[in-house]
């Protein structure tokens, strides 16, 4: 084992010990710590929790935003630093109660949160997991959350994790009911007055058959016509295919990084480039920016952006408040 890997193993012990002593695991009587339950992650793995959590950091915004629909955020040690940003997120108001805001932070930061659980996702690092797992931390690795179905499994596996598996219950069926809702209104919509749409996302390899929007026009009663082109999720949407797709209009992105990324130089270069001139959408004129918490969002929230998707579709029938979130944390 070399020198490096050996230091950066003692340092992470050093944060276990505090982490237990101030979480509890130092003296705490047998009886308790015998006390836990298990949940199988989407690994398949076995993760016992000897208690339920009360210092959480989830690695995602959207898992942040489940386990925010059923604890007070005094029981999140840390959350995305894009839960604060109100482009982005419809709890910003709950994230300036949680003073840890990061993204991808290391193993040596997230033991100094001392946390009691670790909810993992897709992309977290197998050496973070590892690590943390040997330093005795549960970490719960949550699957893809591509689907609403997707996104449902994934909610019951967070509220398993941390204990509140009614809650969570009652989150999927408010869930339903909404969807149930939203679908039952656009099924009124005629055939020939349905729209097809292209997302314009900063992130230009999202947006095609098989990602959570493609799901979400589903349910909108939208075609999403890069997916009707072929091009499938994790394909980067090029110029060509934009001309393909040929919608009847535009979703454009407004996230900026808080100032730091020009989102309308972006912009126009789809708009002012005349290779795009034919398309209906540029024709028209036919934009909408839609507030991206609700249409990028894989939580419990996802059925708001059904609801703003239907709404830059087909209008006011849809129109929906800023910031909807279901929870039942008991903290608004």
């Not at 869930?175 to 656009?186: G, N, S």
């Not at 292209?198 to 349910?219: E, I």
């Not at 969002?297 to 579709?313: M, T």
Request: some cysteine.
């Amino acid at each position: 084992m070399g020198l490096k890997k050996r230091l950066t193993g003692l340092l992470a012990l050093l944060f276990l010990l505090a982490t237990l002593t101030g979480c509890g695991g130092v003296g705490t009587p047998a009886a308790e710590k015998d006390a836990g339950y298990t949940v199988t992650d989407a690994r398949n793995w076995q993760v016992k929790i000897s208690h339920k959590p009360e210092h959480i950091v989830t690695l995602g915004l959207y898992t942040d935003e489940m386990v925010l629909g059923m604890v007070p955020t005094s029981k999140m040690a840390a959350v995305s630093h894009y839960l604060d940003d109100p482009k982005e997120s419809v709890l910003v108001e709950k994230a300036k109660k949680i003073p840890n805001k990061v993204t991808d932070p290391t193993v040596e930061q997230i033991l100094s949160w001392h946390p009691d659980l670790v909810i993992a996702n897709g992309w977290t690092s197998e050496d973070k997991i590892q690590t943390l797992t040997d330093m005795g931390i549960p970490v719960v690795v949550c699957g893809p959350a591509n689907s609403y179905a997707e996104i449902q499994e994934t909610l019951r596996l967070v509220a398993e994790s941390i204990g509140e598996g009614e809650k969570g219950e009652k989150i999927r069926q408010k869930m339903d009911e909404i969807r149930d809702e939203l679908t039952a209104k656009v099924a009124n919509i005629p055939a020939e007055e349905r729209k097809s749409v292209v997302l314009l996302s900063l992130m230009t390899s999202y947006g095609g058959a098989g990602s959570a929007f493609d799901d979400m026009c589903h349910y909108a009663g939208v075609v999403n016509a890069s997916a009707a082109a072929g091009l499938q999720n994790g394909q980067k949407l090029t110029k060509e295919m934009l001309v393909k797709s040929d919608p009847d209009f535009l979703l454009l992105p407004v996230f900026d990084d808080r100032g730091n990324f020009d989102t309308q130089k972006f912009i126009d270069g789809y708009l002012k480039d005349p290779s795009l001139q034919t398309m209906k959408a540029i024709r028209n004129k036919a934009f909408c920016y839609p507030r991206e918490s609700y249409i990028y969002n894989a939580s419990q929230d996802f059925v708001f952006g059904i609801q703003e998707l239907a709404y830059c579709a087909y209008g006011d029938d849809f129109r929906q408040d800023d910031n909807r979130h279901i929870s039942f944390s008991g903290e608004e």
